[in-house]
């Protein structure tokens, strides 16, 4: 399995940004995905996951009402739509997968190489 992110950038606070997470293999709609982020000198932190069914989702509580997470299992793509942006969502983020819907890091098995994305105040 290989997980691709993309849709990082620059924006100023208050913006938005779309990440897109495009799986490799035909598997994909059996596995949980989770974003994840980490910031500078801070070890990384979990985001929002998704059921392989995409009837649920779990977000930290610093993204809840801000981010939502959603996935296209026909494109093999989950995707973290992020409103509202603050300075300190400033990290690069990582797309995960797991077998179980998790806010755990070590109960994810593969995971993208992140994308940056810069909030600027």
């Known amino acids: 399995v290989q997980l691709v992110e993309s849709g990082g950038g620059l924006v100023q606070a208050g913006g938005s940004l779309r990440l897109a997470c495009v799986a490799s293999g035909r598997t994909f709609s059996y596995y949980a995905m989770g974003w994840f982020r980490q910031a500078p000198a801070k070890e990384r932190e979990f985001v929002a996951t998704i059921h392989w069914s995409g009837r649920a989702t779990d977000y930290a509580d610093s993204v809840k009402g801000r981010f939502t997470i959603s996935r296209d299992n026909a494109k093999n793509t989950v995707y973290l739509q992020m409103n509202s942006l603050k300075p300190e969502d400033t990290a690069v983020y990582y797309c995960?997968?797991?077998?179980?819907?998790?806010?755990?890091?070590?109960?994810?098995?593969?995971w993208g190489q992140g994308t940056q994305v810069t909030v600027s105040s």
């Open positions: 995960a997968k797991s077998m179980y819907s998790s806010v755990i890091q070590r109960e994810y098995d593969y």
